[in-house]
Every structure is written in C-alpha cells, then in structure tokens.
C-alpha cells in the first residue's frame, strides 16, 4: 500500500472541513429523505438516524480533532541492536483495507473514515439503507476532498450492497480485507462472522451493568444511574441492568426511591424474584432472555445482589461485556470489582455513558470493540494501526 505523507493527509481533511461547512444545508436535506423514508418519529434507530446542524458540526470537530493527532503510521514502538550487529526496529504500519458495517448512524461514514484515512487505511462503507441519501452525500463530500488533493476516491468507498450482494462481498472481496468491523445489534455481527473470510473485530452489544453496594452513597447511585439510563437511550454505553445490594441499609425504602425516579422519568422497570417482594406493583423478568438483552429504549431491569461476588457472577455472565459501574464509598471493593468484572471499561461511582472516544480523551472512534484481540474499548486514531519489524543486516545469517 502506497505511504500518502502527513501534510497531504491533513490537507485532504481540511478540505473536508470547509466542504463540510459549505455543504451543510445538503446533507441535512438529504437526512430528511432518510427520515421520511424512515416513517417513524422516535426510538433509537431514529435518533441515531437524525443529521441536523448540531450533529454536522460535530462531524467537523471530528475531522478537526483526528487532523490535529499525531500521525499513527510509521512510529518507532521499540528498537534494539541485538550482540550480533543486527538493528530490529518494530514500526506502526496501516491495516491495508479496512471495512465496516454500520446501521443508522450517518456520522459514522465521517468518523469511520476519517480514522482510516489518516491512518493510511483504505476504508469501505457498509451503511444502512435507512440513511442512504445522508450517506451518498457525505461520500461525495470524500471524493471531492481527496480529488481537491490529487487522491484517488478509492481510499473511502461507500459500497451500495444489499444483504445478499453484502454477504458475496465478505466471502469474496475484490481485495483483502484486513480487518471488518460489524457496528451494530446481535443479528449483524452474527452475520459477518458467518460470512467473512478477513479478520472481525467485534463492536458488541451494550447490556451494561451497574451494581448498587452496600456501602454505596445512595444519591450518587441515583444520580449516576439515571444519567446512564436516560441520557442517551440509544448509546451502546446507556444502562440496562441495576443490581442493589441485599444488605443496603434501609433498602426497602431505597428501592422505592429508585422506583419513584424512574417512573418519573418514563423508564418502564422490571423485577426479579427478590425485588418484586419489595415493588410488587412491578412486572417481574418474562424470562433469563431479558437479562442478556440491550434494551435501547426507556426500559431498565432492577435486580438484587447478595454480596460484592454475586454482583460480580451475574455481570460477567449476562453482559456484553462493554460497561459495567459499582457505586461505593469503600476503595477496596471498588478494585475488586473493576479488576474482576470482564468488560471493556469498568467504572467507580460514574457513569457508563462515558464509554466514549470523545469523552474517554481519544476523540474520534470506529467503534467500542469488546474484542480482546487487537484492541478492547474506544478504536481511536492509535488503534488503527498494525506492525511491522525493519530489520537490518550486513549480510547477517543464521548459521
């Protein structure tokens, strides 16, 4: 893969910057066809959907914060001189062609690419049809940028697949793919793993947990916990599941002081076994399914906890793995549970909703992977890069 050096990549996102600006007033006309196509007026697919002039600014201030980072490629992770004279120096080095698929969200054709550009990673789009004029037109904003640049428009291509063309396409790329990366529900990811023939990095489901102890100060759990419910219920960061610690001093009247805030703030609430003893005015859990769902909407299941281990037991079986809060006075426990709670980012009296590129100081994100392997959390700038090792000899060999 050809090098594109750094002035000129940032030169292709200042373009992008005023072209953006210029062109505001088509891509918000272009995400009313999209949300009139669309035909529903609320939920999260529909928030996730929306580009009004808010959210086109913040497309600017992503390309803005990426152009402003340190150009990834190229950096010296470790260099020795080994007894034997050879020079080994391990190097960042781009993916190659990069591809992901995305539901929704028009912001992601701007953030996604313009991480795998600067990156120096060629980088196919695999939007939804529910936001295919928004998308249309913020490639043409691409091109125009890398045309206005002498680049060629492969580097960014939004691809116009249906399911059936898009499952060809994983099974047989025109290129390699080096790494796809499946943005959205259960059903999609399910469906690149089954077709790909590249390596998958996996942007889960949210389902995330916060666990109310017994040492906890309960109007930071209040606080903490509606703000991670009804923030932003179409986050994959927001709240699904409350676990509250049997030994809560005063905890039947607790529990109704979480009852009291939710309802009144529109959050539907279901029960366990144990809770609906104490809100027994509540629908109980339908079925185990419920606990390993991302809700996505004003909905939030309130279950009970014995002890610290037990909060623990239920997180890391039902999570997705993406974001998980303990609200404590006590430091000790906090550590335990941040240590032991297998998720991509583990919280201490805050809220899960900052399990984000931006609010996590990386900027710009391709997703929240919660993958193991290369990368778990924000794929900032920085994770969009592989390695490779520059070894040199003076006819060195291995006897």
Known sequence: MILIDTKTKNNVLKSMINILDKR?????????????????????????????DKKVDGMIQSVKEVMEQDDPVGQTIEHRKLDSGLAITNKTAPFGNIMIIYES?????????????????????????????????????????????????????????????????????PEKLDLIVPRGGERLIAFVKEHATGAVLVSGRGNNFLYVSENADFEIAKKVMLNAKIDKISGCNALDKVLVSLNLPDYENKLRELQQMFRENGVKILVDEEIHKVLNDEDKIPSEDVWYEEFLAMKVVIGSASQLDAAIETINKYSGGHSASIITTDEVEALKFMEQVDSAAVYHNASTRFTDGGAMGVGAELAISTDKLHHRGPLGLKQLVTNKYYVLGEGHIRA
């Open 105 to 173: 969200r028009p912001d992601v054709t701007i953030e996604a690419a313009v991480l795998a550009f600067k990156a120096n990673n060629k980088i196919y789009l695999k939007g939804g049809k529910e936001a295919i004029h928004s998308n249309k037109i913020l490639e043409e904003c691409w091109h125009q940028a890398l045309l206005k640049n002498d680049l060629d428009t492969s580097w960014i291509q939004l691809l116009h697949l249906n399911r059936e063309e898009t499952q060809e396409f994983l099974k047989n790329p």
């Open 24 to 52: 505001r007033k088509e891509i918000v006309a272009a995400n009313q066809k999209d949300l009139i196509n669309f035909g529903e007026t609320e939920g999260a697919m529909y928030d996730r959907l929306i580009v009004n």
